[in-house]
Every structure is written in C-alpha cells, then in structure tokens.
C-alpha cells in the first residue's frame, strides 16, 4: 500500500509503531533504541508530537462521598482497562505495604476487575468503582496515581498530574516516558511504599513532587493539539515534495 500513497504510522504506546510505514509518529519516546536505529536505517522518517490526550467529562465535578469515599483518608488510584493482569500478587504485596504504613490509605480502582481483596485482608480499603466515562472526575478528588507495571496507562498518568494529582510510577514505561520527571519515578515496586510515605509524612519531599506536577502542567498548557498537527502535516508534505516517491 505504501508503494502507492504515503502511510503514516502512530503507536498509542511509548516509542515507536512496527510498521513499514514511511512516518512513524511517537507520542513519547521509550528506551528501545533498536527501534528508532531501524527505522532511520530503514529510510523512515521519524516524527515526535507534542500532544496532550485529552479525558472526555473534564468539567464533570464530583465528591468523594458520591464515590464512596470519605473526606479524612488518602485516597490513591489505580485505573486500566486490564486490571485482572496488572494487580497481579507483587502489586497486591506493594498495596499491602503501603496500607501497613499507612492506615489512612484507600485505594480507588477504575475499571473493571475480579480480584477478590478479602483473602489480602484488602477489602476496607479498596473501592472498585469499575469502568467510568467520568474518571476524569473521580482523578480531581484523589491525592495520588499509582501505575502498576504494564504498556499503556500513559493517558491516565499524564491527565492525572496534569489535574495536580502526583503520579508513582516504575521507569522505562508509558507514563513515565510521557511525564519525563524523575520525582514520579521509582526504580522498583520496593520503593512504592517508601515513596507513599514520604509523600504523606514528609513535607518538604511533598512540595518537591508537587512543583513537579506544576511543571509538567506548564509544558502541556503551552500545546496546542491542532497547531499540532498542522506541524505535523507540513512536515510530512515537505518530505513528500522533496522525494518525489509518491
């Protein structure tokens, strides 16, 4: 197809897209390098946007007592689409530490799942909300975003602190590829409990995570997604022009 008409390729997560396209479109950039060193040798033209995704209901208000949860505890997310797989016995373990340490703790979960909490002594401080239009909503009143180990979660993460809520999250990953602050990245599932606490207890780590939320709002507020891809477009008709492929 690609022979007749130029094909652009866009990959949803971190790096690259495996396409024989003649653009490929990265909306955060991953650790592969490989990928990026085979496209070029490949003679694909590599194209990074700066784009926000945007979450649908974002004027939608809600409280926390219309999602079950009352004004005194530390409420923290954990949203996806696949959560049956990714809170699987390490992160129920990190979940566990961190309500250990943290008695005020609950964790708010977004989307659909069948863990049964019970058998982990979990389930007063779980709240399974399921899937949710809304989740934009449910993001303003929570405190803290924890992504577990998985691809994707980039949408949620980046609209999470682009609300002001702080994200934790492991490295080489979506969200921390999208968000790019060390303050949100731990290097292993060790270090969530750790980095809960601190949040909580230590003020002045507090404040370092918070001005990092503060400067990832700034870089996005800045974008424009349409300007975006009229940057884009003019990109991939000069390339066009000048190779007279097509």
Avoid: W
């Amino acid at each position: 197809m690609g022979q007749y008409f130029p094909l652009a390729s866009l990959s949803l997560n971190a790096g690259l897209a495996t396409s024989s396209a003649s653009f490929l479109l990265r909306l955060a950039r991953s650790e592969n390098h490989l990928q990026e060193t085979f496209a070029l040798n490949n003679g694909q033209k590599i194209i990074d946007l700066n784009y926000r995704i945007i979450g649908s209901n974002e004027d939608v208000l809600l409280s926390r007592s219309e999602i079950g949860a009352s004004e005194d505890v530390f409420l923290i997310v954990v949203m996806g689409n696949r959560l049956d797989t990714e809170i699987n016995e390490e992160f129920i373990d990190v979940m566990m530490q961190i309500v250990q340490r943290n008695e005020q703790v609950r964790f708010m979960l977004i989307g659909d799942h069948s863990i049964d909490f019970t058998k982990y002594g979990l389930d007063s401080c779980v709240i399974s909300l399921g899937y949710r239009k809304d989740y934009m909503a449910i993001l303003k009143v929570a405190d803290m975003f924890l992504n577990p180990k998985r691809a994707g979660g980039g949408t949620g993460g980046q609209n999470a602190v682009l609300l002001g809520v702080p994200v934790i999250t492991l490295p080489n990953c979506d969200v921390a590829s999208l968000l790019d602050e060390p303050e949100f990245i731990c290097s292993n599932y060790a270090e969530f409990p750790k980095c809960v606490t601190k949040y909580i207890n230590d003020a002045d780590y507090h404040k370092k995570v918070d001005e990092a939320c503060l400067r990832v709002q700034k870089k996005y507020k800045k974008l424009d997604n349409e300007n975006e891809i009229i940057r884009m477009n003019a990109i991939i008709q000069d390339c066009i022009t000048k190779s007279k492929k097509y």
